[in-house]
């Protein structure tokens, strides 16, 4: 089942160091190759336009007091699927972005793991 | 009489009708001086033209010096003023007016009078006042013959005076100048109520909702206007578009009362301002008259502005909070999960984990002093290295203001070269000190630099592996705070050198 995820690399998006290094531990563990990560928002758009090739991304929703979306529209029109990551609740997301794949902080390997494949459109085993 | 001169022969005829009249006129100014009299009045009055005309009606006549009289005196004016000020005529049916006589020797003494009396209001071409006529009928001799009767035969007894005199007439007079002047006064008690209330009152009438009548509360909530006679869309133009002017008028078509509660009403509360946001509670009520038809809409209501604005601010603190602990339980867990790799050992797993947890907590109190406003790096530096001994410690620099996430990266930085010091550098020897001094550079965009320089201990040797302690140093001075940081393992000792801007602006 982790297989599924082997390889990829996957954009993270997090203004706290301790968090975002939480989330690479975990796409290490899962086999992935993290990208970032993005403290900023700028910076999330810079990587998300640029040459890096990207599988998924994990944006936090809040950046910094920023809202992440510019970028989200960015994976979007590149056709990168990507997961939210959220300390607001499910609540916290405007109409446009409801049923994007979400998870909430604090996160289990597992929730990481089956948001990232449902974003990506991976059949769970 | 300057309006009765002015149409020729008949208003000579019409001045002489007057003077001839056996009715006692007076004719005033708006302000209650004396214009004119005719012969009638001065007659029962004893007085001469010369005497009172130009003088106010009070000063000439002032009911003397009895209990009662400065009561009589007001209920004349107010009657006065009444029909002033309402233009409309209105009367007096009994009232107890002292006036002067002579006696028979010629001294002057005051006699004790009963008047009946009817204010009528002389308007110009535009309706405005100006005079006011009052015409007196002295009733004395009625009153007394009633009095004397009434003592005779008692109140209650129906006397054959009483039948010619109109059959209690006066009594009923009495009465009802009795009930005038209570209920004026309850009115009087009511208008006051409601001029006081805490809450907004106005009363509208008609189909536009013209403003007859509003308290201090209503001019506050609409911005100290002047609203009175004013339709509500002409007064309040603000509200036309707001859907509150066809709640008027569908209480004043239907009758159904209308209540809103917390509704925004964006009204204009200061002259030239862009329109303010107010919630209200209010309810709208139909005034009907005597008939049952609906001829205004009674308003009232509270401004709850406040309330709503108080309880946003909580939801949105809750939101933040709620925000702010999921992000701390995951930077724990964080903490947890990468101490846990560098620990296999559970006891000191423990012991790392919770020491780094007591770093976080630390911040915590001191964000906690200021609300969350900040933190000053000096007083963080002392927080993280208090349990190493402030004396082993040299701590030198300018106050620093640090946002709440930069203060939070700085106590874990801190906290993990101190601790390292402990383990491995200048605090684990006996002699060892640590030197820090930072300073603000460029105020335009203040950079901060930041060194913690190891002196006294045994030389220091780069780690062979990069550890989560270092790794959680180098990556909080480059992801949170933007900035750059030079670990140099010298032979003298271990030193750091930490540079980061401090207008960053994390929540910009």
């Not at chain 2, 989560?468 to 670990?487: P, Q, T, Y």
């Amino acid at each position: 089942m982790t297989q599924a995820l082997s390889d990829r690399r996957v954009l993270i998006v997090e203004d706290e160091s301790l968090v975002a290094m939480l989330l690479e531990t975990i796409l290490e563990d899962m086999g992935c190759t993290p990208v970032g990560p993005a403290s900023t928002v700028d910076e999330g758009l810079e990587m998300a336009t640029g040459a890096e090739s990207l599988d998924a991304a994990l944006l936090d929703v809040n950046v910094s007091g920023r809202l992440v979306f510019p970028v989200a529209d960015a994976l979007k029109a590149r056709g990168v699927p990507f997961v939210f990551s959220t300390g607001y609740g499910e609540g916290g997301l405007p109409e446009e972005w409801r049923g994007q794949a979400t998870i909430q902080k604090p996160f289990t390997e597992a929730a990481v793991r089956d948001a990232l494949m449902k974003a990506m459109g991976i059949e769970q085993a | 009489m300057k309006q009765l001169a002015k149409s020729g022969d008949l208003a000579v005829d019409l001045a002489g009708a007057f003077d001839a009249s056996p009715n006692p006129y007076v004719l005033l100014t708006p302000d209650l001086r004396i214009a004119g009299a005719n012969q009638a009045y001065l007659d029962v009055t004893n007085s001469t033209r010369d005497a009172i005309i130009g003088q106010p009606l009070f000063a000439a006549f002032d009911s003397g010096p009895g209990d009662e009289a400065p009561q009589n005196v007001r209920q004349v004016q107010a009657s006065l003023e009444k029909a002033r000020d309402t233009r409309q005529r209105d009367h007096l049916a009994l009232v107890r007016f002292s006036i002067p006589r002579a006696t028979p020797a010629g001294e002057p003494v005051l006699e004790e009078r009963y008047w009946s009396a009817t204010h009528t209001p002389i308007l110009n071409a535009e309706g405005e006042v100006i005079w006011l006529l009052q015409h007196t009928t002295d009733i004395t001799e009625l009153e007394r013959l009633r009095q004397s009767t009434a003592a005779t035969h008692g109140a209650a007894s129906s006397t054959a005076l009483d039948a010619m005199i109109g059959g209690n007439v006066l009594e009923r007079a009495r009465i009802v100048q009795e009930d005038n002047l209570r209920l004026a006064s309850e009115r009087n008690r009511l208008v006051d109520m409601f001029m006081q209330s805490p809450g907004f009152v106005a009363v509208l009438s008609g189909p536009t909702h013209v403003f007859q009548f509003y308290n201090e509360a209503y001019r506050r909530l609409t911005g100290h206007r002047d609203l009175e006679g004013l339709a509500t869309a002409q007064a309040l133009p603000e509200v036309v578009d707001q859907g509150f002017i066809d709640l008027l008028d569908s209480v004043f078509e239907t009758g159904e009362p209308v209540h809103g509660q917390a509704s925004l009403v964006k009204l204009q509360r200061s002259p030239g301002e862009a329109p303010e946001d107010a919630y209200v509670d209010f309810v709208y009520q139909p005034i009907r008259d005597v008939d049952g038809r609906i001829v205004g809409v009674f308003v009232q209501g509270h401004d709850v502005t406040d309330v709503v604005k108080a309880a946003e601010r909580q939801k949105l603190m809750i939101d933040e909070l709620n925000h702010r602990v999921k992000n701390t339980l995951a930077t724990v867990q964080s903490i947890a999960m990468q101490t846990a790799r560098s620990h296999p050992d559970p006891r000191t797993f423990a012991e790392s984990f919770q020491a780094r947890l007591m770093a976080l907590s630390h911040t915590h109190d001191l964000l906690t002093r200021s609300h969350w406003e900040g933190a000053d790096l000096g007083a963080v530096l002392a927080h993280e290295t208090e349990a190493h001994g402030p004396h082993r410690m040299t701590l030198v620099g300018p106050p620093v203001a640090l946002d709440p996430a930069a203060a939070l990266s700085f106590g874990m930085i801190i906290h993990e070269l101190a601790t390292n010091a402990a383990k491995y550098g200048a605090l684990s020897a006996p002699e060892g000190r640590v030197l820090v001094d930072w300073a603000v550079s460029d105020q335009l965009n203040p950079v901060l630099t930041l060194t913690w320089r190891e002196v006294g201990g045994p030389p220091a040797t780069p780690p062979e592996r990069k550890g989560f302690g270092s790794r959680l140093i180098e990556r909080n001075v480059r992801h949170d705070l933007a900035g750059e940081v030079k670990l140099d393992y010298a032979s003298s000792g271990f030193s750091a050198e930490i540079s980061a801007p401090l207008d960053r602006g994390r929540r910009s």
